[in-house]
């Protein structure tokens, strides 16, 4: 069983910076793909970022440059360094991994960008 959970949330002014964390529990984290995805009010979930498990990323395009997604396999953790925040950016974020055709979700962390 593949818990996640998600932490760093919280609210910040335009421009600033967040970095938030995802913590997965179980053996296959260094063995597959970690993705974050953000749903904001009224919207549907979109995605922000892949990390393959070999390191190779992709990202959004409305975050592209402004975020970095990073792992570190031994600690079982996923980030994303959130840059140069906007007010579009606020959302509830949500790392998510697969693994034998099933998708894993954590709870999801809010991040608010506002003045």
């Known amino acids: 069983q593949v818990q996640l959970v998600e932490s760093g949330g919280g609210l910040v002014q335009p421009g600033g910076s967040l970095t938030l964390s995802c913590a997965a529990s179980?053996?296959?984290?260094?063995?597959?793909?970690l993705r974050w995805y953000r749903q904001a009010p009224g919207k549907q979930r979109e995605f922000v970022a892949v990390?393959?498990?070999?390191?190779?990323?992709n990202y959004a395009d409305s975050v592209k440059g402004r975020f970095t997604i990073s792992r570190d396999n031994a600690k079982n953790t996923v980030y994303l360094q959130m840059n140069s925040l906007k007010p579009e950016d606020t959302a509830v974020y949500y790392c998510?991994?697969?693994?034998?055709?099933?998708?894993?979700w954590g709870q999801g962390t809010q991040v608010t960008v506002t003045s």
């Open positions: 998510e991994l697969r693994w034998r055709s099933t998708e894993y």
């Open positions: 179980g053996s296959i984290f260094s063995s597959t793909a």
């Open positions: 990390i393959s498990s070999g390191g190779n990323t």
